[in-house]
């Protein structure tokens, strides 16, 4: 619509009232001010182009907050067409510094060409919150009323807080003012802003302060572009559709400006730029993809911006693609679990699987899990995944075991998103309970990720799974989130060592003894270690050497889907299986500890210096042969020396002596007979060596009868 220009006689002659009148005309969902009357520009205390441009650009700059939304609805429903205008407010006066009481009647007339102009009369009412004036009575209760009847409130084009335009307004003035923006010759965009890190800020400074914040992030944009150019599009979210053309240099001033802000109690802001040069598209698209590039790097505690492109477009469209067909995914079978085998250290039998999530789609092939995961937790649709897999996962175990073929426990991955969206505990309860399935078949993975939960309720659904007979793992531990209070507050059976260990295990002599102090304070707290993405056989060494009880990896297995394993299966190739009724064995001989053994738990026996770490290593011992089965350094230093194995026996699971001990060892070591308990053996002649060690006997296996017990050397001398 074009602007109407009155002539420069009628103009002088209106603008010359007394009346503190305005006249405006509503172009592409906005209003603009027209002309104002020397009574308006006497009554606000400016001179008036300040009045021109404060109406313009911050129409109810100065009305009391709790005014501003109310009053900026009702015009601008008037000034789209409504009948008329009559609406009491509060403004700040410029002339008193205080709140004023304002009372604003409007109504429609028709210029000759049929144009409707809408005139607006301001008339003072009173000075400050006099209780006593009727007019603050209205006030008051015109507010509460407005404010309590939902159809009005469904109506509202302002944000209550900040005065902004709401989303749905914001967008409707968006899409009306791009053109103008082109027919400057200029390429209009939507920036999108985020306040990040606004839940802790509540949580530090209080939900008013927050308030404070976001009033204060409004005020600086409305610093650099127009109120009604810029919207509040929910909680910390603010949006501004703009001229691409020196967008840069103003977003590094509002970055400056944030640091200030709020008497310095603020956060840093996040932006995304989605530029209509890329496509010219609908505000609301061009809002959602804007918002799709602040979201990039989210645990960034710094002011950034970031344009939409081609590589975000191609995630956005997969972004897209993923939720139009995640439903008939499941229905079609394209998403099905992949099984990637754990080994269990001691004997190097598989003891667990990991059901991993994986996507054949007909039409584009195999979409990587990194694909569609993060896409289902941010669609808060995850945990439809993670229960349709582990119905995938009770119908693959009980065909197996129909097979007769020996099963494992299974693992599956449990989103932090689960414990939000559903009783995730109830549901995995309830769909093991219908299976043949028992739940120590089941094992659930949880991320660190979830300690950004209630530490109290997480705690509870832990304590659940267990009651309902599920082993716990923190899965990813190490992978950035990772707090070693988290082992302390939650009640974990494993933990599962992220693969950046093993990534980076050839980079530092540090990460070797980062990760071998973990798996022993691990140890020392009764837990299990797995540590994934275990792919050479110098990294099974180490992990052997230092104590990790189970081993992931490509070196073992990659993921497979159930056909496959069959097929190796029936083939009598590929790892073996560990009877589950050994699983305490194992288990048993995996805890013990060979860096720090706890020998004074039977004997207070001290020693007055300490010259590294004692020799020690857990032998199974089968009818006359004598196996190692598990070592630290010194231990194999020593066997190494005393001629009972080769160097290149070392990373075995199983190394068998090379030859038979000496009679006097086994018949000392045949001796311990209660489980977990020390003996103490002095002068013990071996190879012409006088030894005193430490043993007990830690278990027996319940199908072969083989019994395993902890050696520790605590000295060692030549000669009588």
Not at 378 to 385: C, F, T, W
Not at 453 to 480: C, N, P, Y
Not at 643 to 665: M, S
Request: with cysteine; hydrophobic share 40%.
């Amino acid at each position: 619509m074009v602007r109407y220009e009155f002539g420069d006689n009628e103009r002088m002659v209106l603008e010359k009232l007394n009346i503190p009148m305005a006249i405006y005309q509503f172009i592409d969902k906005r209003v603009v001010t027209l002309l104002v009357t020397d009574g308006l520009c006497n009554m606000m205390g400016v001179k008036r182009d300040e009045v021109l441009r404060i109406l313009d650009n911050d129409m109810y700059r100065d009305t009391h907050p709790d005014d501003k939304a109310r009053v900026a609805d009702a015009a601008l429903k008037f000034a789209s067409g409504g009948d008329s205008f009559d609406c009491v407010y509060r403004t700040k006066s410029h002339l008193t510094g205080d709140y004023v009481i304002i009372h604003s009647h409007g109504s429609h007339f028709f210029t000759e060409n049929g144009i409707m102009l809408s005139t607006t009369i301001y008339m003072l009412e009173g000075i400050g919150e006099d209780c006593e004036n009727p007019l603050t009575e209205k006030l008051a209760s015109n507010f509460k009323e407005l404010m309590t009847k939902e159809s009005l409130i469904r109506d509202n084009f302002y944000d209550t807080l900040t005065g902004l335009p709401n989303m749905s307004y914001f967008l409707t003035l968006a899409d009306a003012g791009k053109e103008a923006i082109y027919k400057k010759g200029c390429t209009p965009g939507i920036v999108f802003f985020d306040l990040t890190g606004m839940k802790f800020f509540n949580e530090k400074y209080g939900l008013r302060e927050g308030d404070n914040l976001l009033v204060a992030f409004s005020m600086i944009l409305k610093k650099y572009f127009s109120n009604e150019d810029c919207g509040r599009m929910g909680q910390d979210h603010f949006a501004v559709f703009a001229e691409m053309e020196g967008i840069e240099e103003i977003l590094y001033e509002i970055f400056e400006d944030i640091k200030f802000a709020n008497d310095g109690k603020t956060l840093p802001v996040h932006v995304g730029i989605y530029s209509m040069e890329f496509e010219d598209v609908t505000a609301s698209s061009a809002c959602d993809r804007a918002k799709i590039v602040s979201d990039k790097e989210k645990g960034a505690y710094v002011s950034k911006f970031a344009y939409y492109d081609e590589n975000t477009h191609a995630a956005a469209t997969n972004f897209e693609y993923v939720i139009n067909n995640f439903e008939k995914a499941m229905e079609e079978g394209w998403i099905q679990p992949y099984y990637q085998q754990l080994i269990r250290s001691v004997n190097g039998l598989v003891c667990d699987e990991e059901a991993l999530a994986r996507w054949i789609d007909p039409t584009r092939g195999l979409i990587p899990p990194n694909h569609f995961i993060y896409v289902l937790e941010d669609s808060k649709l995850i945990h439809k995944l993670d229960l349709y897999i582990l119905d995938c996962v009770l119908r693959d175990l009980e065909e197996v075991a129909e097979r007769n073929l020996p099963i494992v426990p299974v693992s599956i991955n449990l989103s932090k998103y689960d414990f939000e969206l559903c009783d995730i505990v109830e549901e995995i309860n309830k769909r093991v309970k219908a299976s043949t399935i028992t739940p120590d078949m089941i094992t659930i993975e949880i991320t660190e990720s979830v300690s950004s939960l209630d530490s109290d309720f997480v705690a509870t659904q832990i304590r659940r799974f267990h009651e309902a007979g599920f082993k716990v793992w923190m899965d990813d531990f190490g992978s950035g989130y990772s707090s070693l209070n988290t082992l302390q507050k939650f009640d974990f059976d494993l933990i599962k060592f992220d693969m950046k260990f093993m990534r980076e295990f050839d980079m530092s002599k540090k990460n070797h003894i980062i990760l071998r102090e973990l798996i022993q304070m691990a140890t020392k707290l009764g837990l299990d270690t797995v540590v994934e993405g275990v792919e050479t056989i110098e990294q099974v060494k180490f992990l052997r050497e230092v104590g990790c009880s189970k081993m992931q990896g490509f070196f073992f297995a990659k993921p497979i889907p159930l056909a496959e394993w069959y097929a190796i299966c029936n083939a009598k190739v590929g790892n073996r299986i560990e009877d589950y009724k050994e699983n305490d064995y194992y288990e048993a001989i995996g805890r013990a500890n060979l860096v720090e053994p706890l020998v004074n738990e039977d004997y207070n026996w001290k020693a007055d210096e300490f010259f590294g770490q004692l020799p020690t290593g857990v032998l199974e011992l089968r009818g006359e042969d004598v196996y190692i089965v598990r070592y630290n350094r010194t231990f194999a230093e020593f066997m190494l020396k005393v001629d009972y194995l080769d160097e290149i026996d070392l990373g075995h699971e199983l190394i068998k002596q090379k030859r038979p001990p000496e009679k006097d060892f086994l018949d000392v070591i045949k001796t311990c007979n209660k489980i977990n308990k020390w003996e103490i053996v002095e002068n013990l002649k071996i190879e012409g060596l006088t030894m005193n060690l430490f043993i007990r006997k830690i278990s027996k296996n319940p199908i072969h009868g083989y019994e395993a017990f902890e050696v520790v050397i605590v000295a060692v001398s030549s000669g009588d």
